[in-house]
Structures are given as structure tokens and as C-alpha cells.
């Protein structure tokens, strides 16, 4: 892998999404074979949300994600830090509140949501264990937060096939589909250093969050990861687990309901 393209300042990224926003739902349905819906769907039904509670949708990219809520009588904000991408969004959805915001610095109240959701862009934040204390944040006590990510395959050999289908076939899949295919090597090598299920529930439970639990999709090339903000939490709750907690994943594993 090379660690140098990974190795990028929020506004490299950010100019990388720009690029490739105009493109980027065709091409991902085209690059996970047309899974994308169905992770998206088993996402917003996690979410357990109904019509008249507020939702963030984080790196909500051109608003796809946040559809779903509009459409049912919620009220979801779509925050992302790429301009390109709300502008994509904004003229295709322009019933969607569209908010430029950084993960690691949300520019909401505490308190402002009933539930929160990231799907497939927690790992290109810089800091993703600062970006579950500020979704905590701002996430109403007793509120959801549900995650999809890109995450490890359980059985070893769809696991081989699978890493040698993140570094090889994607980016030359990429190469004809996309705009610019070097956001997807970026991408394909993103998903490959990102942690594994157990870690990232780790550190849910790390920056402050309770009910933990985690569910495989296709063999755990993505896991859905649910947790519930404690009803006696304090604003700055997510900040300060972090600081204190320094146990190993090991213990927190035990924990973990999956």
C-alpha cells in the first residue's frame, strides 16, 4: 500500500471529492456491484427514526443518503465538507437543508438531533474518534447514532479475494467510470488501513457511547454499526470519555454485543 496517498490534508480531500462529486453515485453503484442501495436502505431502517425528529446525515456527499428521510417527513440536515458535493446536491434535492460543516468541528448546538448517521465517510476524516465525540455532541440524550462502513471481510479467503479486488480490479474499473480515478485509489486504500468491526465499536464506546453493537452486511465487506447516547450524558461527554479511557481493545471487545 502506499501510505504517502493516505497522507492527506483535510482541504487535498475535500478538493478530491469536488472532483469526482458530479459522477460519484453512478460510480459507486457501478464500483459495489449496485450494493450501495441496499446498505443505504438497511441503514435508514437501523435508524428507526419518524416523521417530525430532526436527523444529521454527516458526509452526506450530494445528499443520496439523506433522500430517504426527506422523502418520509424528516427533518435531516446533510452536512459534508466538500462544496462540490452539496452543490451537486442542492440542485438535484433543493428540499434538503444542505450544511458545509468539518466532523471534527460541527457547526450544530448541543443537543440538536435525535439521531445521527455516517455512512461511508468516516474514514476519510482526519480525525475519526474526535468526529464520534462531536456527533455525540450534538445528538440528543437517549439518541441514535448508526454507522456503514467499509470494514473486514469474516471468512479469510472472500477476504483475499476481496483485497485483491480493492487494489487491483477498483482502480481500473475506476480508471473508465470515473472523473478522476486517483480519488478511487485513494479510496480503495482508505478502506483497506481502515480498522476492523471490533475496533471501530471500540471506539464508539471510547468517545462516550453506549449499546454498542454491530451487524455484518455481504460477509462483512461493510458493518453497520449501532449505539445509543447515554440519557445522562453531559455536551462534552464524547471529549472527555476519550480522555480517560485507556483500556485496550481487547477488554472492550468482551463488551460488545454483536
Not at 480525525?127 to 456527533?135: D, G, H, N, Q
Not at 455484518?216 to 480522555?243: E, F, M, Q, W
Request: aromatic share 8%; charged share 25%.
Amino acid at each position: 500500500m502506499n501510505r504517502a496517498s493516505l497522507d492527506k490534508r483535510p482541504d487535498e480531500v475535500a478538493t478530491m471529492f469536488d472532483d469526482v462529486a458530479p459522477k460519484y453515485d453512478v460510480v459507486n453503484d457501478v464500483l459495489s456491484m449496485g450494493q450501495t442501495r441496499r446498505w443505504r436502505k438497511v441503514v435508514v431502517e437501523a435508524m428507526e427514526v419518524t416523521k417530525g425528529q430532526r436527523v444529521l446525515d454527516l458526509a452526506a456527499g450530494t445528499g443520496t443518503s439523506s433522500e430517504p428521510y426527506a422523502d418520509a417527513g424528516i427533518d435531516v440536515v446533510a452536512c459534508d465538507f466538500s462544496l462540490g458535493m452539496l452543490k451537486v446536491g442542492k440542485r438535484r434535492r433543493p428540499d434538503i437543508n444542505f450544511v458545509a460543516g468539518d466532523a471534527t468541528n460541527l457547526p450544530f448546538a448541543d443537543n440538536s438531533f435525535d439521531a445521527s448517521t455516517i455512512s461511508f465517510g468516516l474514514r476519510n476524516v482526519n480525525e475519526p474518534k474526535k468526529a464520534l465525540a462531536e456527533m455525540l455532541r450534538v445528538t440528543k440524550p437517549g439518541g441514535k447514532l448508526v454507522i456503514a462502513e467499509f470494514s473486514q471481510p469474516v471468512v479469510p479467503l472472500w477476504r483475499t479475494m476481496y483485497t485483491e479486488y480493492l487494489m487491483r480490479a477498483l482502480p481500473a474499473i475506476a480508471v473508465k467510470v470515473a472523473s478522476n480515478p486517483d480519488a478511487y485509489v485513494y479510496l480503495a486504500e482508505s478502506i483497506r488501513a481502515w480498522p476492523d468491526q471490533d475496533h471501530l465499536a471500540a471506539w464508539l464506546q471510547d468517545s462516550g457511547w453506549e449499546k454498542v453493537t454491530y451487524r455484518n452486511l455481504t460477509g462483512g465487506i461493510v458493518a453497520i454499526h449501532r449505539a445509543t447516547k447515554p440519557a445522562d450524558s453531559s455536551p462534552d461527554g464524547g471529549a472527555a470519555a476519550i480522555a480517560a479511557n485507556k483500556g485496550p481493545v481487547a477488554k472492550l471487545r468482551r463488551n460488545i454485543v454483536r
